[in-house]
């Protein structure tokens, strides 16, 4: 039987996360941030220092990586052989290495199976760059969130631990990450042709999840 898959693409602070999460809930199915897939697999690059530029050293790499999510109290927990990685792939550090090693095609290619595997067995939301347009191409129902560069780097500036605040630097990483997730061969940020796009820049979360809702239940 085919599942019901939901794609929500768009760039980093656009509201991805949260109004993905709560439509999951809302519709009762699982909600997927690929985003954390991207940052693990940076994070193990980081901590076994593999040379990432190398193909040969991030094949080996990639053909031991042993990632996968699971569900605790309603909470995404992400898994690496075995360990709860989740609280360390959200540093700044992780997130640029995230944006710039998930431009390398083996990477993306490695993560594709994990994220179609998922799909095969329960109806779900996925959250991501390529989502609507690589991943699952044929989704019933795809969106892409987007809103301006300054909106969005102040939430992320609000959402940040005290002593990493600087909002400037958040807007100058947000801006890079924007470049090389859009601009990369391999599977870049865009919208899907067929995606209903959203700008969140004045909107509430409640507001944008509605829209999405009212746009899945008309279909
Ligand atoms: O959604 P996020 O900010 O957690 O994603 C971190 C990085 O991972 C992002 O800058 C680009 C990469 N990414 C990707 O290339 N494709 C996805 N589907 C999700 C994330």
Redesign the pocket.
Known sequence: MKHRIITIDGP?GAGKTTISNLLARQLGCVYVD???L??GVAYEIKQQQVDWENDECLGGFLKDLDLNFVMEKGNLVLISSKKDITSYIRTPEI?ML??AT?ARPRVRSALLDIQRTIAQSQDAVFE????GTVVFPDAQFKFFLFADLSVRAKRRFEEMAEEQKDIQKVQRDMEK?DTN?SQRKEAPLKAAIDAIKIDSSYLTIPEVVAKILKNIQKS
């Open positions: 980093a690929t985003g954390a991207y940052r997130t995230a944006s998930s991501g760059r390529d989502m990450r997730d």
